[in-house]
C-alpha cells in the first residue's frame, strides 16, 4: 500500500496541509476551510479528518499547538505545519503544476499552444 503522506499525497491531505499553511487551525475549522475552498469538492468527515492528523503528527509534518482560550464549550486542539509538512506540501503542488503543464501540452487544458 502506497504512504498517503509522500507524495503524491492523497486530495485530502493535501488540503489539510493548504489549510495550515496560512496559520494555526483546529479540526472544525479544517473542515470549514477545506470546503469553501474547494466549493465543496473536497469533503472530510471528522473521522477521515483526525485520522490523517494523526498520521501527519506521527510523521512530524503538523503539530499540536496551545489553542486560543475557548469562549465556551470543550477546549480545541489546534495545529500548526511544520518545516517538513510544508515541504511535502510544496512538492505535492508542484508535481500537480507539472501534471497540468502536460495536460495542457496534450490540448486538454487551455493554456500553452
Known amino acids: 500500500m502506497p ?5 503524491p499525497l492523497s486530495p485530502q491531505a493535501f488540503q489539510i496541509l493548504l489549510s495550515l499553511v ?3 487551525r483546529h ?9 469553501e475552498r474547494t466549493d465543496g469538492e473536497v469533503r472530510l ?3 477521515t479528518l483526525y485520522a490523517a ?3 501527519m ?6 503539530e499540536e499547538v496551545d489553542a486560543p ?3 465556551g464549550g470543550a477546549p480545541r486542539r489546534c495545529y500548526r505545519i511544520r518545516k517538513a509538512g510544508r515541504d511535502l506540501a510544496r512538492a505535492e503542488a ?3 503544476a507539472r501534471a497540468v503543464n502536460m495536460a495542457r501540452d496534450k490540448r486538454l487544458l487551455p493554456g500553452k499552444a
Open 53 to 55: 492528523i494523526k498520521r
Open 3 to 7: 504512504d498517503p503522506l509522500a507524495p
Open 57 to 62: 503528527l506521527d510523521a512530524a509534518l503538523i
Open 27 to 35: 479540526g472544525y475549522a479544517i473542515l470549514r476551510d477545506i470546503e
Open 45 to 47: 468527515t471528522a473521522s
Open 94 to 96: 508542484e508535481r500537480l
Open 69 to 71: 482560550e475557548a469562549t
Open 22 to 24: 496560512d496559520g494555526n
